[in-house]
């Protein structure tokens, strides 16, 4: 009787503990939906460089529009595999071919969000770069900015996002892919906020406040 009451007052507390974390997770799901950037915020501003992160070619076309109008010497297109070329992209989206000969860069070493921040800091400390525009999608680029700061503390970033057709963000709840979507990248970025936790540790938050 008393291993049984145990075993009950052991559920109770699991039981409890799930909800609990639950609950959280839907508030932060909540709050991080609220944040998600409803558009650009700034269009004008001119940086030293800009960089695309692949995954759609709205991405490269937003990433190019911006080096044709002359808001950025030049552009890194960070991730993209390894037997894609300048020509062929140029091909493909139909822009002036002297953009991508003097300005354009394919960067072949990132596989996730991490290796993008990764390629892009020695990208930009190669150009010597101070301020760089972040294009990505808008249910990414909170992660993106998460990233790219704890890899390039000093350098100035503009968010730039893109809003793919197939993404519903105004209405997100109303569609099921959407909320998936973005329910799995705030997983993502939960897991990348603890990891840098982790990595950074106490001393370095400790000396962050001295």
């Known amino acids: 009787m008393r291993l049984r009451e145990q075993r009950r007052s052991i559920l109770r507390a699991t039981s409890v503990l799930i909800m609990t974390a639950a609950l959280i997770w839907l508030g932060g799901f909540m709050?991080?939906?609220?944040?998600?950037?409803?558009?650009?915020?700034?269009?004008?501003?001119?940086?030293?460089?800009?960089?695309?992160?692949?995954?759609?070619?709205?991405?490269?076309?937003?990433g190019l529009d911006i080096l044709a109008v002359g808001k950025a010497k030049k552009l890194l297109v960070s991730g993209v595999h390894q037997l894609t070329s300048v020509a062929q992209l140029q091909k493909l989206l139909k822009y002036e071919p002297e953009i991508f000969e003097c300005?354009?860069?394919?960067?072949?070493?990132?596989?996730?969000?991490?290796?993008?921040?990764?390629?892009?800091?020695?990208?930009?400390?190669?150009?010597?770069?101070?301020?760089?525009?972040?294009?990505?999608?808008?249910?990414?680029?909170?992660?993106?900015?998460?990233?790219?700061?704890?890899?390039?503390?000093?350098?100035?970033?503009?968010?730039?996002?893109v809003f793919p057709a197939h993404v519903k963000l105004p209405q997100w709840w109303r569609w099921p892919g959407t909320t998936s979507l973005i329910a799995t990248e705030f997983s993502k970025y939960l897991l990348s906020l603890a990891w840098m936790r982790f990595l950074d540790g106490p001393d370095d938050e400790a000396n962050a406040d001295t």
């Open 31 to 62: 709050w991080f939906t609220a944040g998600l950037p409803n558009g650009v915020q700034d269009p004008t501003s001119f940086t030293d460089g800009v960089v695309v992160l692949t995954g759609g070619s709205d991405r490269l076309a937003s």
């Open 103 to 161: 300005c354009v860069t394919l960067g072949k070493a990132a596989e996730n969000t991490a290796g993008n921040a990764t390629e892009t800091s020695l990208w930009a400390k190669q150009e010597r770069y101070q301020s760089l525009r972040v294009v990505t999608a808008a249910y990414h680029m909170p992660r993106s900015l998460l990233e790219f700061r704890r890899a390039m503390p000093g350098v100035l970033l503009i968010e730039h996002p």
